[in-house]
């Protein structure tokens, strides 16, 4: 019991490096194009990764591993080309929130797939923590129905796919390392074709042939790389400690609290009642998600002390 409560710090340090993510991902948008940014957002956490597994020696994937890894790895390349072309098209709370529905789309393939039965914390928890995505974007009435809208549900559809896929892939014994170098590294390959077929703008060319004269782009795109592997090896480790991902699905929300605090840091952003009461309901059906069910067996047992 003691072991699966570390699950919850590994997955809250796994969420604040994807907010950072988020953030760096934000600011490269401006200064390069999707199809570049989505492969490095790949490869170079794929490069660290490969260094981490070859300094360490680890052996490769066993083959009963290799379904997951590849359905993982398309999942994460479809969600990132979703997530970073919502970010061209629409708004910061649009996207966020759509991007957020990621945790719901988990439990409803684990139901469908895999036949897992969702438990009642686990439900509450979705609920409280989706109306509190949707009270963090304030107006809601505000939010219009567009095509490029299922652009960014998309993003939140393949994430989903990509974090059961982790988390049954996390249950064999295979390092988070070795896991997640051959996911990105097919993520990248995957998403390759798209640069040929869409072909590279002159900053983007200059990017790449010119690197001393862009090197805070470089700068960002290694602290991303570090965000990127920090997140998915203390997630890995995270899933390793649960039964079903959908019992961490609510936890997932917290990036949007951190998400809002670099906001507050850096772009001097209020928020107004309806944001509050949001983020409110977010903590306190992630702490309920957590807690609920030695809440009750607590209780249970003081009743039946006094019996």
């Given at each position: 019991m003691l072991l699966k409560n570390h699950?919850?710090?590994?997955?809250?340090?796994?969420?604040?490096?994807?907010?950072?993510t988020g953030l760096v991902?934000?600011?490269?948008?401006?200064?390069?194009?999707?199809?570049?940014?989505?492969?490095?957002?790949?490869?170079?956490?794929?490069?660290?990764?490969?260094a981490i597994v070859g300094v360490s020696k680890l052996p490769l994937p066993p083959r009963s591993v290799l379904k997951p890894i590849i359905i993982r790895g398309l999942c994460i390349a479809a969600?990132?080309?979703?997530?970073?072309?919502?970010?061209?098209?629409?708004?910061?709370?649009?996207?966020?929130?759509?991007?957020?529905?990621g945790p719901l789309f988990i439990a409803?393939?684990?139901?469908?797939?895999?036949?897992?039965?969702?438990?009642?914390?686990?439900?509450?928890?979705?609920?409280?923590?989706?109306?509190?995505?949707?009270?963090?974007?304030?107006?809601?009435?505000?939010?219009?129905?567009?095509?490029?809208?299922?652009?960014?549900?998309?993003a939140g559809l393949f994430n989903a796919g990509s974090q059961v896929s982790l988390f049954r892939a996390s249950k064999r014994e295979v390092k988070a390392s070795v896991l997640n170098s051959w996911?990105?590294?097919?993520?990248?390959?995957?998403?390759?074709?798209?640069?040929?077929?869409?072909?590279?703008?002159d900053l983007d060319t200059q990017i790449l042939?010119?690197?001393?004269?862009?090197?805070?782009?470089?700068?960002?795109?290694?602290?991303?790389?570090?965000?990127v592997v920090g997140n998915q090896i203390l997630r890995s480790k995270a899933y390793k400690l649960v039964e079903s991902s959908s019992q961490l699905a609510p936890l997932i929300f917290?990036?949007?609290?951190f998400t809002m605090m670099w906001q507050v840091l850096f772009f001097d952003e209020s928020f107004s009642k309806h944001q509050i009461v949001g983020i409110t309901l977010i903590i306190f059906a992630a702490l309920m998600n957590t807690f609920a069910v030695k809440l009750f067996k607590y209780f249970s047992h003081i009743k039946a002390s006094h019996v």
């Open positions: 699950a919850v710090p590994y997955m809250l340090i796994s969420t604040f490096s994807m907010s950072l991902l934000k600011k490269l948008t401006e200064m390069m194009g999707i199809e570049l940014l989505t492969f490095l957002r790949f490869f170079m956490p794929a490069l660290l990764l490969f969600c990132q080309l979703c997530f970073i072309a919502s970010l061209n098209t629409l708004t910061l709370v649009e996207s966020s929130v759509l991007f957020g529905t409803v393939l684990e139901k469908l797939i895999f036949k897992v039965k969702i438990k009642t914390e686990t439900k509450f928890g979705l609920v409280a923590t989706f109306a509190g995505v949707l009270m963090l974007a304030g107006d809601v009435s505000g939010i219009q129905f567009r095509p490029e809208l299922l652009i960014g549900l998309g996911t990105f590294l097919i993520a990248a390959v995957s998403v390759l074709p798209l640069a040929f077929i869409f072909g590279l703008s042939l010119e690197p001393q004269n862009n090197a805070f782009v470089w700068v960002c795109l290694l602290g991303l790389s570090v965000t917290t990036n949007l609290l």
